[in-house]
């Protein structure tokens, strides 16, 4: 078992950032690929980030290419998603995701976490 927290979401206006945190614990988390995926109200969960378990491989959709980034630390087993120049469209709740392999599809991941707000007014 893994479990995760996600924290640092919150209110920002358009153009500003925002620093998300996943915090890990449970099996090595050095073992998992790690993905963050969001959903708006009324829409599918969607595909933001994925990082391999080294770190080394990272993949975005063309939505947050050049926006966000992903990374993780395996020495203190978090992972983060850092977004810059928010747009309305992205408000949305954020959710880490750990699973053998890193992949775009929610099904490919094994542990969720709560999920996190995120609001950016225009």
């Known amino acids: 078992q893994v479990q995760l927290v996600e924290s640092g979401g919150g209110l920002v206006q358009a153009g500003g950032s925002l620093r998300l945190s996943c915090a890990a614990s449970g099996r090595t988390f050095s073992s998992y690929a790690m993905g963050w995926f969001r959903q708006a109200p009324g829409k599918e969960r969607e595909f933001v980030a994925s990082i391999d378990w080294s770190g080394d491989d990272t993949y975005y959709p063309d939505s947050v290419k050049g926006r966000f980034t992903i990374s993780r630390d395996n020495a203190k087993n978090t992972g983060t998603l850092q977004m810059n120049s928010l747009r309305p469209e992205d408000t949305a709740v954020y959710y880490c995701?750990?699973?053998?392999?890193?992949?775009?599809?929610?099904?490919?991941?094994?542990?969720w976490g709560q999920g996190t707000q995120v609001t950016v007014s225009s």
């Open positions: 995701a750990a699973g053998f392999q890193a992949s775009g599809w929610s099904g490919g991941y094994e542990y």
